[in-house]
């Protein structure tokens, strides 16, 4: 993606573009986590009910800060590397908005060195949305052709040009006591 491109990209984010786009795992939907509309627009084309809440993909843990309940001492065992990608379930914070969290007091949160998302995310100085890109039941696209296929007319942007993870949604694991709530497999 050219800088030109990539600014344009961020600005559209910023004001409520919803993107499919690769991530450190599988292709996914993504959005500005505080714009309200934009994640009720990828709820509606998923199909999903918000009551399941949704995964906060950041390039560093300070931009999911506000989001969260735990302190510095809690949340060292997301700092540590992990052979696999791994969200994190973490006690939500006041601020953490229902559309995020859906009817959860944790919120589920994954560090990653994805070049985009690191890009986005501090260009953005923001965490953002991600789930899987299908409509709920159904498979996970695959690659940005099949994306197009079925979701372009929906979207605002389809970004391609940057590896996808395993092709493997993330462990799910909670902060509170380590245990995996989904395994990566």
Request: some cysteine; overall charge positive; hydrophobic content about 40%.
């Amino acid at each position: 993606m050219s800088p030109w491109a990539l600014n344009r990209f961020i600005h559209a984010v910023s004001c409520g573009a919803i993107f499919g786009y690769p991530t450190d795992t599988i292709w996914g939907f993504g959005c500005h986590p505080l714009i309200a509309d934009s994640v009720s627009r990828i709820l509606q084309i998923k199909n999903r009910s918000p009551d399941k809440g949704l995964i906060l993909l950041s390039s560093r843990l300070e931009y999911c800060a506000a989001y969260l309940d735990a302190d510095l001492e809690q949340l060292k065992p997301i700092r540590r590397p992990s052979a696999q990608p791994t969200s994190w379930l973490v006690p939500a914070s006041a601020f953490c908005p229902p559309w995020i969290r859906g009817n959860f007091p944790t919120v589920a949160i994954r560090i990653t060195d994805h070049p985009l998302l690191q890009a986005l995310c501090d260009r953005l100085e923001a965490p953002i949305v991600s789930t899987s890109a299908n409509r709920a039941g159904r498979a996970t696209v695959r690659n940005a052709l099949q994306l197009r296929k079925q979701f372009a007319e929906e979207l605002d942007f389809i970004v391609n040009g940057f590896a996808t993870g395993s092709g493997r949604p993330s462990e799910i694991k909670s902060l509170v006591n380590g245990i995996s709530v989904r395994s990566a497999s």
